[in-house]
């Protein structure tokens, strides 16, 4: 499969580092140059980019791509607008990451039915295995 990774940071990194060792195709986009050269050699692809421009967004192969994720995890407003212009070049399969409650409702609103929010998940799985007293397992 091929998919999108907008935002490079910790999460998105490690995102679109993965979906690469699984053997998927992934192109990675980010504002900041040093995020791009830290990726650049793991992935098919790593561009400087601003997501929130559906002009630039447009530059890419989207009908190529199977999956979008906006992976971006410092700002609302950016998170929200690269959504928007995914969704207005009518991208239709998009993951996109929540800060908190309130993004997640804003996600909603706009139809985006996959919405994660990783720290939640993170901290399920470690108090689960906290419970199952196989802590030393998370070191």
Same mark, same amino acid.
Do not use: W
């Given at each position: 499969?091929?998919?999108?990774?907008?935002?490079?940071?910790?999460?998105?990194?490690?995102?679109?580092?993965?979906?690469?060792?699984?053997?998927? @195709?992934?192109?990675?986009?980010? /504002?900041?140059?040093?995020?791009?050269?830290?990726?650049?050699?793991?992935?098919?692809?790593?561009?400087?980019?601003?997501?929130?421009?559906?002009?630039?967004?447009?530059?890419?192969?989207? /009908?190529?791509?199977?999956?979008?994720?906006?992976?971006?995890?410092?700002?609302?407003? %950016?998170?929200?607008?690269?959504?928007?212009?995914?969704?207005?070049?009518?991208?239709? /399969?998009?993951?996109?990451?929540?800060?908190?409650?309130? %993004?997640?409702?804003?996600? @909603?609103?706009?139809?985006?039915?996959?919405?994660?929010?990783? @720290?939640?998940?993170?901290?399920?799985?470690?108090?689960?295995?906290?419970?199952?007293?196989?802590?030393? @397992?998370?070191?």
């Amino acid at each position: 499969m091929k998919y999108l990774v907008i935002g490079l940071g910790n999460f998105g990194k490690t995102l679109a580092q993965t979906l690469t060792d699984n053997g998927h @195709e992934v192109i990675g986009i980010d /504002n900041d140059p040093i995020r791009i050269e830290q990726i650049k050699d793991r992935i098919a692809f790593a561009y400087i980019m601003d997501a929130t421009s559906t002009t630039a967004l447009r530059s890419l192969p989207l /009908n190529d791509i199977d999956c979008a994720v906006v992976a971006i995890g410092q700002s609302m407003d %950016h998170s929200l607008r690269a959504v928007a212009a995914l969704k207005q070049l009518k991208v239709d /399969n998009i993951y996109a990451r929540a800060l908190d409650v309130v %993004h997640k409702s804003i996600l @909603e609103a706009m139809s985006i039915r996959k919405i994660f929010i990783p @720290e939640s998940y993170a901290a399920k799985l470690f108090a689960d295995k906290f419970t199952d007293n196989t802590s030393e @397992e998370l070191l």
